[in-house]
């Protein structure tokens, strides 16, 4: 009995979706990857989008239901806009930050310090 649930809860599992949010307007679809692993992703794109780009951010699962997916596809693609207003930082090992300098207090004793053991020997 629990199999047949289980199919029957797959054939009313939903694959494609539009919704508005605001003023923005999704499109999802649950589709297989392109890799070599046959298992599906919740792929969307959304519009007004300048960089005409899609995203998949999780797999589908036979629980699906559209709210919920359209809850995480609007949670995903605000904290998405949310990170790229933030200012960049970078992170890359070639573009280590500048040693920082030492105080000017800290420069005097080293350098004192340096002259007396120079003239001690």
């Not at 029957?8 to 605001?22: L, Q």
């Not at 999780?58 to 806009?81: G, K, M």
């Not at 310090?113 to 120079?118: L, N």
Request: proline share 5%.
């Amino acid at each position: 009995m629990a199999g047949s649930t289980r199919n029957a809860r797959a054939d009313r599992a939903i694959s494609e979706f539009e919704f508005v949010d605001g003023e923005r307007t999704f499109t999802c679809s649950a589709e297989t990857s392109r890799g070599t692993r046959p298992e599906k992703w919740w792929w969307f794109s959304v519009t007004p989008n300048t960089r005409n780009e899609r995203y998949a951010p999780f797999r589908a699962s036979d629980d699906d239901t559209r709210e919920n997916v359209q809850a995480r596809v609007v949670a995903y693609h605000d904290a998405l806009l949310h990170r790229r207003s933030q200012p960049a930082t970078s992170t890359h090992w070639a573009r280590r930050p500048a040693a920082a300098e030492q105080p000017q207090e800290q420069q005097s004793t080293a350098a004192a310090a340096a002259e007396s053991t120079t003239q001690v020997a």
